[in-house]
């Protein structure tokens, strides 16, 4: 789950690009070469649920500026990459693992030139890395805020906010209006119908991107990822929340994994929440994520 995010408008030498998808569907992105400090691996940068990729482009502007290729895209039915009414869209939550990740992750190794990048998933974005046959080519996984969003490991409280939004109104928006109306939730862009479907299946149901391949054993790689992966998250994310993160982590039992907890006081901050990593009035955590990129 995610809040409303609104685009920066810090675009600085991003150039805009075009992804082809196994399937044909063709997404849109930015990327932003290296322009200064000591050189790393090309980073991935996978958007949250419903965050537009402008969102990203002042800590991607910033993370070039520390030595890293970067590549930030909207996924299928989102931004930049919405081809034509949304109620049109026939994307579902699993493509955007299945298909736009594995997509990015070779254009991105096929521009840069390298064997290998680090992924930096953002909620959502970081949860999916067992749905990708390329997973291997990911030398180093971190997931800001990453979680099953299991609404059972989160407090009470949030738990039935959640499933209030999630089981309830999107369910009854996509019948009224054939898509899921999450901004009037304050949950991020409006999504699409597959989408916000099984964006609510999955949390009831814990464990995440599993639920996605239950009965396609050659399509789940959880039991196979050896990718080390950390996640960092927030004190006062109601969503990732310890018990959210080790639903997220214990799907990978072949990976070396670690969970970060940051309270926000240790960095000058009133709150991070689940979002606010990657605003501009969070500069001070960007050090943090970047540590994490190089181990």
């Known amino acids: 789950m995610t809040e409303q995010a609104h685009p920066s408008k810090s ?173 009037v939730l304050g949950l991020g862009e409006n999504l699409p119908a597959g989408v916000a479907r099984q964006w609510g299946q999955w949390c009831a149901a814990g464990g995440y991107a599993t639920n996605a391949i239950r009965q396609q054993p050659e399509r789940d790689f959880h039991a196979h990822v050896r990718t080390p992966m950390t996640v960092l998250h927030a004190a006062d994310d109601d969503i990732a929340t310890p018990a959210t993160v080790a639903d997220l982590l214990r799907t990978f039992p072949a990976a070396h994994k670690q969970a970060l907890r940051i309270k926000p006081a240790q960095h000058g901050l009133k709150s991070i929440g689940h979002i606010d990593w990657f605003r501009a009035s969070h500069q001070v955590l960007w050090p943090v994520i970047a540590g994490a990129l190089r181990g």
């Open 11 to 183: 675009d600085g030498a991003a150039e805009r690009i075009e992804i082809t998808c196994a399937d044909g569907a063709r997404l849109q992105g930015h990327f932003l070469p290296a322009s200064g400090g000591k050189p790393g691996l090309p980073v991935l940068l996978c958007p949250a649920t419903g965050v537009r990729q402008h969102f990203y482009l002042r800590f991607a502007t910033w993370l070039a500026q520390q030595g890293h290729d970067v590549l930030v895209f909207d996924y299928r039915g989102i931004g930049l990459s919405l081809h034509g009414p949304l109620r049109a869209s026939q994307a579902r939550l699993q493509d955007w693992g299945q298909l736009d990740q594995v997509a990015a992750l070779d254009w991105l190794l096929h521009r840069t030139a390298c064997e290998q990048v680090l992924m930096l998933g953002h909620s959502a974005g970081g949860q999916m890395i067992g749905l990708l046959p390329n997973h291997g080519k990911v030398a180093r996984l971190v997931g800001v805020s990453a979680s099953t969003g299991w609404f059972s490991g989160m407090r009470l409280g949030f738990r039935l906010k959640a499933r209030f939004g999630l089981r309830l109104a999107m369910p009854l928006s996509i019948l009224l209006k054939g898509y899921g109306v999450s901004s």
